[in-house]
Nanobody
């Protein structure tokens, strides 16, 4: 199983980014996909989940600003980040759970600063 995340960068407060995650080696259609983030000095937290059926869930701090989506044809998961705040600065990881194990992408850094 391989997850490859991309799309991070540096933006000013209020800016937007779109993170992408390409999945290989799994039956993508039947797996939930997650985005986590880890800010400096903090524990990794679950930011958003999308189920195989397309249901979504978000941590309260990003509701109304972030949108998770998926493209089953291309085995992609996305996280659209809007109205970014400095406290959104973190390394973002895509994740899935399959065959009894968690799998992680390599992480992509999002920096929000003026």
């Amino acid at each position: 199983v391989q997850l490859q995340a991309s799309g991070g960068g540096s933006v000013q407060p209020g800016g937007s980014l779109r993170l992408s995650c390409k999945a290989r080696g799994i039956n993508f259609n039947i797996h939930a996909m997650n985005w986590y983030r880890q800010a400096p000095g903090k524990q990794r937290e679950l930011v958003a989940t999308i189920t195989s059926a397309g249901g979504t869930n978000y941590v309260d701090s990003v509701k109304g600003r972030f949108t998770i989506s998926r493209d089953n044809v291309h085995r992609m998961a996305y996280l659209q980040l809007e109205s970014l705040k400095p406290e959104d600065t973190a390394v973002y990881y895509c994740n899935t759970f399959t065959r009894g194990s968690d799998y992680w992408g390599q992480g992509t850094l999002v920096t929000v600063s003026s």
